[in-house]
């Protein structure tokens, strides 16, 4: 059965959205909704990743805070740093950071924190994944900036993922 419908949640959702976005119950909606329920997750199953093993979803709770606290606090410093431009130019570099974190999901939930924290930007990850190199906006201190990185991100997710 599960080869059947890979995804029945799935598979009703399509359908269920086909005919939303077609505003008709007409019988043709209904064959082609369902045709489109079925065949997608089937179609579609070989690219859907492995299911992620959270070992520790407190810790994943507090790492959600934390990102936010990140957030909000960056936003700060970068509009900060925005309007006093003309004063002390803010001092963006490249930095590479080696990883210890190899696990997909870890690396997808690492690279969407840099994507939402301003003043961060993934720029590349080595085909090894070992090392990741990352824009910032204002960096004051390379080193110090890459064991906050490693120990406020990086070290959770590793907890969480592997």
Not at 7 to 19: E, V
Not at 102 to 111: P, Q, W
Not at 135 to 149: K, S
């Amino acid at each position: 059965m599960s080869r059947l419908f890979p995804a029945p949640l799935l598979s009703l959702c399509l359908w269920a959205l086909w005919l939303l976005l077609n505003l008709s119950l007409s019988a043709g909606n209904l064959l082609f909704g369902a045709i489109l329920g079925f065949l997608a997750p089937v179609l579609f199953a070989p690219l859907r990743p492995q299911p992620a093993r959270i070992r520790r979803p407190g810790l994943a709770i507090k790492l959600f805070f934390l990102v936010g606290r990140d957030v909000l606090v960056s936003n700060l410093q970068v509009a900060w740093g925005v309007l006093c431009s003309r004063q002390r130019p803010p001092r963006s570099a490249f930095v590479k950071i080696p990883l210890e974190l190899h696990d997909a999901h870890g690396l997808a939930a690492l690279s969407m924190i840099c994507t939402v924290v301003p003043g961060t930007v993934w720029s590349e990850l080595a085909l090894d994944r070992s090392v990741l190199l990352m824009h910032v906006f204002d960096l004051e201190d390379e080193a110090r900036f890459i064991a906050h990185f490693k120990t406020t991100y990086e070290r959770p997710l590793m907890e969480i993922f592997q």
